[in-house]
């Protein structure tokens, strides 16, 4: 008879040993690689940048990587919790989700930029992940071929088309109505 695997909560996430990156998918500990590359770190903070000055003064905020957070599947208490994700840019406009271990619901936009280690665990989880929680926008960032593809929720609440985008175009950021971020400034070596 197969043993039951342990499903982890954010209790149990909470008493791991701080330093260590690791996330909670419906449950199952998944690690994070430890220490992103230098065009990774380059390209975020170049992200942050454009949405930390926009974000000026207005109701919504951005974060980076490593910020917490949990996405109930209803009103479960913060324990019980079984998903808690670190993406690398959360975009938060609902500032009740916000507390201070991070934001508890899903958020307005997500970044992730992928890795070769993160790679299916981005593309695939994490894009099925966010569909589900209602994430709005999800930007999944390409740093070897300088390319981003966005997911938006269409009314159904699934992710319509895909919209890619290059190092040459101006990426018109879906939840914002006047916010655009020149790629070329993102992906410049």
């Known amino acids: 008879m197969p043993m039951p695997k342990h499903e982890f909560t954010y209790a149990d996430y909470l008493s791991w040993p701080e330093g260590e990156r690791v996330e909670i998918i419906e449950g199952e500990a998944v690690a994070v690689s ?3 590359s230098r065009q990774h770190q380059r390209i975020l903070g170049e992200l942050h ?7 000026k003064g207005k109701t919504c905020d951005v974060y980076m990587a490593p910020f917490d957070v949990r996405l109930p599947k209803g009103s479960e ?8 994700v670190q993406p690398d ?19 307005d936009l997500v970044v992730e930029i992928v890795s070769p280690s993160s790679f299916r665990h981005d593309v695939l989880t994490k894009l099925r992940l966010y569909e ?7 930007w999944i960032v390409y740093p ?4 981003v593809l966005v997911y938006k929720l269409n009314a ?30 993102v992906f410049a070596e």
């Open 34 to 36: 430890p220490a992103p």
């Open 49 to 55: 940048a454009a949405f930390h000055q926009y974000l």
């Open 89 to 107: 840019l959360t975009v938060v406009c609902d500032r009740g989700k916000l507390d201070d271990k991070g934001c508890k619901g899903s958020p």
């Open 132 to 138: 589900k929680a209602g994430v709005r926008e999800y």
């Open 156 to 185: 159904g609440g699934k992710y319509g088309e895909i919209e890619p985008y290059a190092a040459e175009d101006t990426l018109k950021v879906g939840i914002f109505d006047d916010l655009d971020i020149h790629l070329e400034t």
């Open 144 to 147: 070897g071929e300088k390319a």
């Open 77 to 84: 208490k913060d324990d019980d919790i079984r998903t808690v």
